[in-house]
Nanobody, 127 residues
Framework: QVQLVDSGGGLVPPGGSLRLSCVVS????????MAWFRQAPGKEREFVAG????????TAADSVKGRFTISRDNFKNTGYLQMNSLKPEDTAVYYC????????????????????WGQGTQVTVSS
């Protein structure tokens, strides 16, 4: 069974940075596709960024391109979301997710692609 523990959220002023972590157990991360989603109060869960298992190609939502970067460290079995130039509208609970499948790029942004989810970590951007 794959288990995910995400962490690294907190309170940060506009323009600040945070790095979220997602520690994976039960499966080698290099064999999994991974993504980050977020959900703000009263809104639906939305895709943030994803990374494929093979070759590690990435994709990101237009709203975070150029500011957020998804990556992984296969030796640590940990995925990351580096978030720079944070805005108040980035405030949400952030979730990491993985799948043992091999989704095509267009499926990385679909929540139903993923079988395993972290518990979520709160990110609040406010002065």
């Amino acid at each position: 069974q794959v288990q995910l523990v995400d962490s690294g959220g907190g309170l940060v002023p506009p323009g600040g940075s945070l790095r979220l972590s997602c520690v994976v157990s039960g499966r080698t991360l290099s064999t999994l596709a991974m993504a980050w989603f977020r959900q703000a109060p009263g809104k639906e869960r939305e895709f943030v960024a994803g990374i494929k298992s093979r070759f590690g190609s990435t994709t990101a939502a237009d709203s975070v391109k150029g500011r957020f970067t998804i990556s992984r460290d296969n030796f640590k079995n940990t995925g990351y979301l580096q978030m720079n130039s944070l805005k108040p509208e980035d405030t949400a609970v952030y979730y990491c997710a993985t799948t043992t499948g091999s989704p095509i790029t267009s499926s990385l942004s679909v929540a139903s692609t993923y079988e395993f989810w972290g518990q979520g970590t709160q990110v609040t951007v406010s002065s």
